[in-house]
Each structure stands twice: as structure tokens, then as C-alpha cells.
């Protein structure tokens, strides 16, 4: 396609991010990943009611985890002067931010990190739109050309068709788990123990006999698992993906929202079981403690960066296999902190970690045997044109290389938990990602 670039773009100085929109019309029924060239890094995010898609492919600008980075996505955000064109810093922080290890599991993506991306579609009900985005060029013509080669990788290419066949599965570590359980049960129960709660994480295994297509994966959970975010992110043949029903912040420069999701139960067979089991878990001691848990957390971290702070009365956030305990809190935005810096504070959440906070992610550091990488950590994105963004807590996953998945379950173990019990409730949690691995025939491998 031809581009004709505004006169501004002239004046613009080497290095600095520079950014073109434009309208595209996806045809029905096509994905938004056969429309972009599959580079090195790629990534999926979309919202539980689906009014905004951004899929992104090749990095202009990566950003390590470290302690400099809201301060180096501002420094680029000073410098962009494409404010009507709304490109994004995206990706995943770590699970433990004071511990990133490199991990089998997780390869290239095991301490996280960030990207501006080279190729976005977002897509929202009213329209799609291509964002392309370079570093300045020595010239005006010069980055006229720059434009042109990139939109001419816009187009819909052929997809596969995802179809592959189960070669094995199994659970990881079972016993050792259920010990791990037990063991936590014992501190939080020991005289005068300042632990409350503690989540332990487990994994799950799947071989496939041919290459696993996150395409394919996404598509099936995008049917299968309405009311959460979709979220995808590879680097080189490393992606971690799943379908998670927690947020963890959404901010604009003036609002911030999160959700405090805790305690679960199984969906009903039928409609009249479904609200028994609902009515069950809402009535639940067990469970209404852990999830005021997390409201009271998550009450206290805001209160630095939040002011008249509401919470909505607790419900049910209903998803396929499972529910949960749910409660919207917001607040009116204080200039304090970057909206990254908020992230950090926040996360994890009791519900991935536990309470207190540093003693239960020292305490997961000590004893879980399983390097979580990216499970259960801060991933999404955020503006290059304004502080705001979003992300959510990266459970209901799997990482995926080659035709290997390894799920990730995990469960908050408080004073009365029971380890068969825990393990019955991650093997509910393990079904969101098997479905969408394997199809719906996923129940019938149910161990």
C-alpha cells in the first residue's frame, strides 16, 4: 500500500519511537493472527466482554525486568508525540519479582519482560486498526519506505487447523505436593504463626504428538470460557497462555478498578445444582474468610495511591467449570505512583500468594518445589500515550514449547485445608486449559 506520511513527520529526530495507524477490515470469521507476520515475540490480550482485542507480533523496544522500568516506559512515553495513536508496552512481569529464575519450563519468557510492538491490531465493536511503529529513520523518505515494507506483511495469510492428538497426560508430583499441603497447614496452625494463608501451585503435564498451535488453543477458549481474559505471549517457540477470571488492575488517569476473586466450588450438572453449589460456596466459612482476606489486602495496598475507595457487595463470578467468590473494588486515582508501580505493590494478591504477604511468597520460595515463571504473575499492558493500562493475574495457564503444555493449578491453603481436598480443587482448575488444549472431549481424560 501506498503511505503519505504529514508534514510532522519530518521533524522528527533519530531513535525516537515513531507510530502509523490505519483502518483494516477483518474478514468474518478470520483470526487476527493470520494477519500479521509471525516474528520472534508475539502477544494476545482480550477483555471478559470482548470490547477491546489487541493481537502484536515483533518488538521495536524490549524492556527487562528490573527496578528502572516505569521510569524508562516514561522517559519513552515523554518522547511520543503520537497521542491519537494509541500503541502499548506489553507483556508480564514474573511471578516472584525478588526471585526471577530461569526455569526448563519457561525458557526465554522464565523472568518476564516487556515490548513496544513493531506490528498491533486492536480491534474494538466500532473498528480494527493496524498500528505499525519503528525508530526514527535518517530521513523522511526513508521511513515513508519503512512504513510501506511493514504494511505490505499486513494481509490474511492461511491458518492450520489446530488438530492434533493427546499422547500423554499426567499430573506432577502429586505426593510431594499433598506434603507441601500439609506442611503449610502445619505453620499457619503453629502457636502464635503470623502466616494466615498460603497458595501452593501445581503442575500438570500434556504431550501432544504434533506442535501445539496457540491459534488454535486461543480459539477454543474464546468459545469454551466466556467472562475472562484471553492472553498470549511468546518469546522465540515459548508462549504462556490461558483464559484467567481475575484481574488484577485496570487504571485510567483517574480511576482505578481491581476485583477481589476468592474461594471456589465446582459448577452444577443442572441449573438447581449449579445455584445449590453457589449458595454453598457463598455461605462458606472457609471460603468467605479467604475471601475477605483479599479484600482486606488489596483495601490496604490501594489506600497509597487511591482515594474514596468503594467496594461492590460480594457475588459469584461464574466461568465454565468453576466458580468463585467476587467482589468489584475503585478508587479515585492519586498522582503518587505510576500505574506500573501500583502493579508491583499489589501483586500477588492473597489469592496467589497469601497473608501476610512477604512471609507467604518467602515461604512459597522456600518449600514449593515447581518454578511458577510467569504463573500467577501481572500480565498486560500499558499506554505509551497516557499512564493507564490494564493487566490480569496469569492463572488458568499453561507454557507451551513445541508439543509440551505444562498447566498450572493452585489453590489458598488456610488452617482447616485438607490435602486431597486441595488437590481435588486444582484438578477443577486444571480444565479451563485441558479443554482448550485438547478440545471438549478433555473431560472424558479426567483422571
Not at 141 to 147: A, G, S, V
Not at 191 to 218: D, G, N, T
Amino acid at each position: 500500500m501506498s503511505i503519505n506520511l504529514p508534514s510532522v513527520y519530518q521533524n522528527i529526530k533519530a531513535q525516537q519511537i515513531i507510530s502509523y495507524d490505519y483502518p483494516i477490515t477483518i474478514e468474518e470469521g478470520a483470526s487476527l493472527f493470520s494477519y500479521l507476520p509471525k516474528e520472534d515475540t508475539r502477544f494476545f490480550w482480550q477483555t471478559p466482554d470482548q470490547s477491546i482485542t489487541y493481537y502484536a507480533s515483533g518488538s521495536c523496544v524490549d524492556f527487562p525486568i528490573d527496578d528502572s522500568l516505569p521510569t524508562r516506559i516514561a522517559t519513552y512515553r515523554k518522547q511520543y508525540l503520537f497521542h491519537d495513536i494509541p500503541t502499548k508496552v506489553m507483556g508480564a512481569y514474573p511471578f516472584d519479582l525478588d526471585d526471577a529464575r530461569e526455569s526448563k519450563e519457561f525458557g526465554s519468557l522464565a523472568t518476564g519482560g516487556f515490548f513496544i510492538p513493531r506490528y498491533l491490531i486492536e480491534q474494538t465493536p466500532e473498528k480494527t486498526t493496524v498500528i505499525l511503529t519503528t525508530t526514527a529513520s535518517d530521513s523522511f523518505e526513508e521511513l515513508t519506505q519503512t512504513f510501506e515494507q511493514m504494511a505490505k506483511h499486513v494481509y490474511r495469510r492461511a491458518t492450520v487447523d489446530g488438530k492434533n492428538k493427546l499422547m500423554l497426560k499426567q499430573e506432577i508430583g502429586v505426593r510431594a505436593w499433598k506434603e507441601t499441603v500439609q506442611e503449610a497447614v502445619d505453620t499457619i496452625v503453629k502457636q502464635h504463626s503470623p502466616i494466615k494463608k498460603i497458595v501452593l501451585a501445581r503442575q500438570m503435564q500434556i504431550l501432544m504428538y504434533e506442535p501445539l498451535q496457540a491459534q488454535a488453543v486461543l480459539t477454543r477458549l474464546q468459545a469454551q470460557q466466556p467472562n475472562t481474559y484471553l492472553f498470549f505471549y511468546e518469546r522465540k517457540d515459548y508462549s504462556f497462555l490461558g483464559a484467567t477470571p481475575e484481574r488484577l488492575l485496570a487504571a485510567t488517569t483517574e480511576v482505578v478498578y481491581t476485583a477481589a476473586v476468592a474461594g471456589s466450588i465446582a459448577r452444577g450438572k443442572t441449573l438447581e445444582e449449579d445455584v445449590q453449589f453457589g449458595q454453598t460456596l457463598l455461605d462458606s466459612a472457609k471460603n468467605t474468610h479467604e475471601h475477605q482476606i483479599v479484600v482486606d489486602r488489596i483495601i490496604r495496598e490501594l489506600q497509597p495511591f487511591v482515594d474514596e475507595v468503594k467496594i461492590y457487595d460480594r457475588t459469584l463470578l461464574k466461568n465454565r467449570d468453576i466458580q468463585h467468590l467476587y467482589a468489584v473494588i475503585e478508587g479515585q486515582r492519586l498522582p503518587q505512583l505510576s500505574f506500573l508501580e501500583m502493579i508491583k505493590q499489589l501483586h500477588p494478591t492473597p489469592a496467589l500468594g497469601g497473608e501476610p504477604k512477604a512471609l507467604a511468597v518467602k515461604w512459597i520460595r522456600d518449600h514449593e518445589v515447581i518454578n511458577r515463571g510467569l504463573y500467577g504473575a501481572p500480565i498486560g499492558w500499558v499506554s505509551l500515550v497516557a499512564d493507564e493500562g490494564e493487566f490480569a493475574v496469569g492463572i488458568r495457564s499453561a507454557v507451551c514449547h513445541k508439543n509440551q503444555a505444562i498447566l498450572y493449578a493452585g489453590c489458598g491453603i488456610v488452617a482447616d485445608s485438607i490435602p486431597e481436598e486441595e488437590r481435588q480443587e486444582t484438578q477443577i482448575k486444571f480444565q479451563p486449559m485441558l479443554r482448550g488444549i485438547l478440545g471438549d472431549d478433555a473431560s472424558r481424560n479426567h483422571d
